[in-house]
């Protein structure tokens, strides 16, 4: 016996949102009941509306100051992700204390790889939304990003390391857009590239490491832009996967301090 179409089914046949044998007993109901049809049509042109009104403010870059503050919001992520980027931001990266009193500003390129890491962390472990467009759609990935960065950017082969692209994403900094590419192996293992503008007279071109409660980060600058691979997989993993980018990239022999 079929089931009586409800409001609730309404609005789910609107938005796409009904399994196929529902969605069709839902068109015979509306087919036979022009009152519900009506409602029906009202509700998918404002569906219609709003989607012109606010695609172009919802496709804007994620800034990276609502990417810190989702690791305040633990009922929405993973526990793993928040205690991951709590920790981040509570103890600083390991290689930056050394020395250095709390109350002194974190240098540049430090601050650029704690921003790379606690993006890892929140993003990493989503199931459903990982990234904003997927590797089957790479080549407009790549050019997508790259015309919102402001350089060609590229995403690294990582196939002879077992990691494939899985997608990307765009962020955003005090610099401007960031782009976060990321990879899958088959053990479902992330590790995640993240380009982002250099900061203005920045010298600090090394090909650097640091680690925080897991997230491995191997960063550098090259001419204007800086990049980070983070991942919280095994350092010797990190450190093939980061020469690996660094020598796609940058096309030089790279070496972790």
Do not use: C
């Not at 609502?66 to 633990?74: C, I, K, N």
């Not at 890491?117 to 199931?127: G, R």
């Not at 196939?159 to 962020?171: N, P, Q, V």
Request: aromatic share 8%; proline share 5%; no cysteine.
């Amino acid at each position: 016996m079929t089931e009586p179409v409800r409001e609730d089914d309404l609005h789910a046949y609107v938005d796409g949102a009904l399994a196929e044998a529902r969605r069709l007993e839902v068109e015979a109901w509306l087919a036979a009941h022009p009152d519900d049809a009506a409602r029906v049509q009202a509700w998918a042109g404002q569906n219609q509306a709003l989607h012109a009104a606010f695609d172009g403010v919802l496709n804007e870059p994620l800034p990276i100051d609502l990417v810190r503050a989702a690791r305040r919001q633990p009922a929405h992520m993973p526990y793993k992700a928040v205690a991951a980027a709590l920790a981040l931001v509570a103890s600083g990266l390991i290689g930056y204390g050394v020395g250095q009193r709390a109350d002194q500003p974190m240098p540049a390129p430090l601050h650029f790889a704690r921003d790379a890491a606690i993006a890892h962390a929140v993003f990493s472990p989503e199931v459903r939304h990982p990234v904003e467009v997927d590797a089957a759609h790479a080549a407009h990935l790549v050019s997508w990003l790259s015309k919102r960065i402001g350089t060609q950017l590229k995403a690294p082969d990582f196939g002879a390391l077992g990691f494939e692209l899985l997608g990307g994403r765009l962020l955003s900094d005090e610099s401007g857009p960031v782009a976060q590419f990321m990879y899958q192996d088959a053990r479902e293992r992330r590790v995640t590239l993240y380009v982002r503008r250099a900061v203005a007279g920045n010298r600090e071109t090394a090909f650097r490491h640091v680690t925080e409660n897991g997230v491995e980060v191997f960063y550098w600058i090259d001419r204007d832009f800086g990049y980070a691979l983070s991942g919280q997989i095994a350092h010797a993993d990190m450190q093939r996967l980061g020469d690996a980018a660094y020598q796609q990239l940058v096309g030089k022999e790279a070496a972790a301090d």
